[in-house]
């Protein structure tokens, strides 16, 4: 059994109905897409095991940093998404944060419906100590996680997370990042 609350999230927009209506017609989906693919993100590899012993997998870069006390962070799951049943049922996660060397790991997480079984063949991975979940030997951090609360939002659910353990496999790796739908591989600071 899992020890969180699934709480629920009103919009302004929604608790009015009316300026999710005018939302509506001002903004359309391009748009969105358009306006929200110019804001750069990394890109995360999630796992959770399931009861029966099934790793579960899935590109993800609607990830960030929520809290330092206690040390949370979340990640947005499609609820239509495979993982999306797997995480809530497990309540047991970890992320790997992707580096240069992981576009293909990033594509193939991304794959919707590839098989499960064998999945994870030719991505060397260990199993986080706390949650038995995959971890990517090639990920510039890892972290395993706890989650303590599910938040809906629209499409997806908002997953957070204690961070219950992390690491640094490869931290001298550039980072892999995501920026108007396409890869790019970040360079030295300014
Ligand atoms: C760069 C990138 C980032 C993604 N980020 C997310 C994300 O944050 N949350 C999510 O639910 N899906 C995200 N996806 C889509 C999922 O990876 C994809 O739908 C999922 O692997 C489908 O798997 P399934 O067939 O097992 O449901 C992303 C895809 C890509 C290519």
Not at 42 to 61: E, K, L, P, Q, W
Not at 121 to 143: H, K
Not at 174 to 186: A, E, S
Request: charged share 20%; aromatic share 8%; with cysteine.
């Amino acid at each position: 059994m899992t020890d969180f609350e699934r709480k629920s999230v009103q919009s302004g927009a929604a608790d009015s109905g009316m300026a999710g209506a005018a939302a509506a017609r001002s903004v359309d989906l391009d748009s969105f897409r358009d306006a929200l693919g110019r804001f750069v993100s990394g890109i995360t590899v999630v796992t959770t095991r399931s009861a029966d012993g099934v790793d579960h997998a899935m590109t993800a870069n609607a990830f960030t940093s929520v809290s330092v006390d206690p040390f949370l962070v979340l990640v947005c799951v499609e609820k239509i998404a495979r993982f999306h049943e797997a995480v809530l049922q497990s309540g047991r996660w970890a992320v790997s944060v992707l580096g240069e060397n992981a576009i293909e790991a990033s594509n193939w997480f991304a794959t919707r419906g590839r098989p499960l079984e064998g999945q994870l063949s030719g991505f060397p991975f260990t199993r986080g100590e706390e949650t038995g979940a995959v971890l990517l030997v090639d990920a510039l951090a890892t972290m395993e996680c706890r989650t303590i609360g599910i938040y809906d939002g629209g499409d997806h659910d908002i997953v957070v997370g204690e961070v219950l353990s992390v690491a640094a496999p490869r931290p001298d790796d550039r980072p892999l990042v995501y920026f108007r739908g396409k890869y790019h591989i970040l360079g030295d600071a300014t």
